[in-house]
Every structure is written in structure tokens, then in C-alpha cells.
């Protein structure tokens, strides 16, 4: 299985503020990596796929980048529906894996 | 817009079989597409446990793989899970999802709400 591990595990920021998020994948993956958000108690909602492409009505300040086993997301500006919690997915290989998630928390 | 919809069970008793289907509307399950199943602990992250194409073709978590079984139901536009042999460790948030089959790497761009299932006696 390809293991995928993001940095931070929490984080605390303010609006307005520009955040990234990593995730790093055990092996190289090429650009298969997916991005999602999850708000608490509901479904994980789809927003970057094949590493930088952002899915349709997702806000321009989401963007993503990478490749190989490196890959960010940045929030250039946060807004206050933005503090969530953001995984990682890679869709290079079965078993399908994510990262253990990143809590984006308001300071 | 497609929409899925989990159903079953809340509470399987150890020992037992949980069992989910998911209905879907606003597309067909006979199209070019995967349909998968995840899972999500309380306060955990997210597990990928199986998927199934319009076919009957599947793939499964090795993890997971002795104790589940995909099935589709083409005639219901529906698909299922069945999962034995339960314990405490499979009390979570079961969740459907829709994949394209149009391109491979395609992510989990639909998703049903999700149904909490809880293992106890």
C-alpha cells in the first residue's frame, strides 16, 4: 500500500492568512493525488484532482501542486468557511489511500 | 447531478454482518463508472474499502478483502456492501462514492452523506 502522510496534523490560523498543507506519498505517484474537505459531520467534498486542477466552483484561492511523492495545498486567503479538516488521496494505485488529515482550526 | 443515498442498519451485534446499500439517482449505475465504499472511524480519517463496476468487476482493500463482498443491482440503480464477521473496530461512518471511469486516477467526486454504523452486543 502507498502511505501517505501530511504535515501539519492541526493548525490554527486567521482569516485573511495564506496556509499550505503537505502531503507526502511513500512512493512516487506521479500526479494522481486528490485533495478533499471535510466539515464536521458531513462528507468529504472534492476540491483538486490530478494534483492542481481545481474541480468546478471550488474558490480560486484553493490551489494545489506537486508531483511525485511532494505535493501542497494552499489557501491563499482564508475565509471563515474554509476551517476544516483537508486529506490528501493518492488515485495512482489500489488500495486507494489518504492521509491522516489536517485539522485547520481558527486561532 | 448525481446523488447517493446509504441505507441499512445501525446497530450489528459482533459476530455479525453489516450490510449497506447505496441508491443512486440523477445518473446510472451502468455507466462508465466506478462505484466505491469508505469508511471513516469516530474522529478517525478515511478508509477506502472497496468498488465495483457496472459488470460485477471489483476491487477490494486487502485489508478488508476476506470479509467483503460489492455487489450492484443494476435493475434497482443501487449497490451494496456486506461486511462479516464484525467487530468493535468496524463501528464507523460508512460512506458511497462515485468515481469516473472515464480517466484513470479519477477522484471520489460524489459522495452520499454517510450512515453510522455501530458495532455492539
Known amino acids: 500500500d502507498i502511505q501517505m502522510t501530511q504535515s501539519p496534523s492541526s493548525l490554527s490560523a486567521s482569516v485573511g492568512d495564506r496556509v499550505t498543507i503537505t502531503c507526502r506519498a511513500s512512493?512516487?505517484?506521479?500526479?494522481?493525488l486528490n485533495w478533499y474537505q471535510q466539515k464536521p459531520g458531513k462528507a468529504p467534498k472534492f476540491l483538486i484532482y490530478?494534483?492542481?486542477s481545481l474541480q468546478s466552483g471550488v474558490p480560486s484561492r484553493f490551489s494545489g501542486s506537486g508531483a511525485g511523492t511532494d505535493f501542497t495545498l494552499t489557501i491563499s486567503s482564508l475565509q471563515p468557511e474554509d476551517f476544516a479538516t483537508y486529506y490528501c488521496?493518492?488515485?495512482?494505485?489500489?488500495?486507494?489511500?489518504f492521509g491522516q488529515g489536517t485539522m485547520l482550526e481558527i486561532k | 447531478q448525481v446523488q447517493l443515498q446509504e441505507s441499512g442498519p445501525g446497530l450489528v451485534k459482533p459476530s455479525g454482518t453489516l450490510s449497506l446499500t447505496c441508491a443512486v439517482s440523477g445518473g446510472s449505475i451502468s455507466s462508465s463508472d466506478w462505484w466505491s465504499w469508505l469508511r471513516q472511524p469516530p474522529g478517525k480519517g478515511l478508509e477506502w474499502i472497496g468498488q465495483?463496476?457496472?459488470?460485477?468487476?471489483?476491487n477490494y482493500n486487502p485489508s478488508l478483502k476476506s470479509r467483503v463482498t460489492i455487489s450492484v443491482d443494476k435493475s434497482k440503480n443501487q449497490f451494496s456492501l456486506n461486511l462479516n464477521s464484525v467487530t468493535a473496530a468496524d463501528t464507523a461512518v460508512y460512506y458511497c462514492?462515485?468515481?469516473?471511469?472515464?480517466?484513470?486516477?479519477?477522484?471520489?467526486?460524489?459522495w452520499g452523506q454517510g450512515t453510522l454504523v455501530t458495532v455492539s452486543s
Open positions: 462514492a462515485r468515481t469516473s471511469g472515464n480517466y484513470w486516477g479519477a477522484p471520489f467526486d460524489y
Open positions: 512512493q512516487s505517484i506521479s500526479s494522481y
Open positions: 488521496q493518492q488515485s495512482y494505485s489500489i488500495p486507494y489511500t
Open positions: 465495483i463496476y457496472n459488470t460485477g468487476s471489483t
Open positions: 490530478a494534483a492542481s
